[in-house]
């Protein structure tokens, strides 16, 4: 089987934008390969945290993935800084890493602007630490969304630079593109994010969902109820695609472009769906909830199997670039 790489931050509880862009997809690619996903707590160091709510957040997030389908009999679950390899490897490939390479990324540069007072060397260098997070287990195919391309592309580089160095060892990740369109917030505007504060929690309690889709933003044309709209300016039928049936979105596409429904009917129905889709999501939630030590447990395991590759991978690099063991 193929090996797939993936990782997600530990921002505590997923949301809509992290379940629809990667997640669900996850789920249905350990059925075919032979995935790690790691809880990337290194990465998330280049961003200003409260250390003392680093390990629930990492629980939280680890607790989510569980609940949503990743299965450790099938996956490896873990935590990055259980494996200290990915560090290791990281300041080896930083020595083929192209200086000027790591100032294009646009990622750095908008992350830069948005935290002015703590632009850390860490944060320049993420792309290098997530190359080591997929090459460190030879991952043939990485998930991806459209703003990930140049990242992953960087490894690819990164993997060349290597072979030109050392000689062939990495194989060179290929993409996994998702097919999912970038998941907005409920403003509309921007993409889902905890910081900005417009997100929708899996483990939201179902009258706040209800809540928050009812004053979510819809299409702008849409001032009154008569006012006929496009449903495709509209954020919240984006979602309808997910979690409501094709007889519903073409009932929500037709009464919307003909103003035959309006914005509230629209809502409701969505909220019914999606509650009842997380219905399963929660109630798997609640059976971890009440067993605290099976997630810590999973996690420890995973790390366990993740650091068996990582080892036996970092022997054979060190050997093969000279360093003296």
């Known amino acids: 089987m193929e090996t797939v790489f993936s990782g997600i931050q530990p921002t505590g509880e997923l949301h809509f934008g992290n379940y629809l862009g990667a997640i669900r997809n996850w789920v249905a690619l350990q059925e075919k390969y032979r995935c790690f996903f790691c809880i990337v707590d290194y990465h998330a160091m280049t961003q200003n945290y409260d250390p003392a709510e680093m390990s629930r957040r990492t629980l939280d997030m680890a607790t989510d993935l569980l609940s949503c389908g990743i299965d450790p009999d099938k996956s490896v679950l873990f ?80 993997c060349r630079k290597s072979t030109a160095r050392w000689g062939q060892y990495f194989p060179e990740p290929q993409p996994l593109l998702s097919s999912t369109p970038k998941i907005l917030g409920l403003d509309g505007q921007a993409k889902m994010s905890k910081s900005i504060g417009n997100t929708i929690s899996l483990g939201e309690p179902d009258d706040v969902i209800r809540k928050k889709l009812a004053t979510a933003a819809t299409d702008p044309q849409r001032v009154r109820r008569k006012d006929p709209g496009n449903p495709d300016n509209c954020n919240l039928h984006s979602l309808h695609a997910f ?15 003909s103003a035959s429904i309006g914005c509230l009917d629209c809502k409701k129905v969505l909220a019914d769906n999606v509650v009842s889709h997380l219905a399963p ?41 000279g360093l003296w063991s």
Not at 243 to 257: I, L, T
Not at 307 to 316: F, G, I, N, Q, S
Request: charged content about 25%; glycine content about 6%; hydrophobic content about 45%.
């Open 243 to 257: 979690f409501s049936s094709q007889e519903q979105v073409a009932w929500v596409r037709e009464g919307c472009a």
């Open 79 to 158: 935590v990055q800084s259980s494996v200290p390899e990915h560090a290791e490897l990281c300041w080896i490939l930083n020595t083929v890493t192209p200086f000027g390479e790591l100032a294009r990324m646009t990622q750095f540069k908008d992350k830069a602007e948005r935290q002015e007072d703590n632009i850390n060397v860490g944060l320049f260098d993420y792309p290098v630490l997530q190359a080591a997070d997929i090459l460190l287990y030879k991952a043939k195919l990485v998930p991806v969304g459209a703003d990930q391309v140049q990242h992953l592309e960087l490894a690819r580089e990164i």
């Open 281 to 321: 999501i929660q109630q798997k939630r609640q059976a971890f909830a009440a067993s605290p030590g099976r997630v810590e447990e999973i996690l420890r395991e995973g790390g366990r199997k993740a650091r068996a590759v990582a080892t036996e991978t970092l022997a054979e690099v060190r050997k093969l670039i």
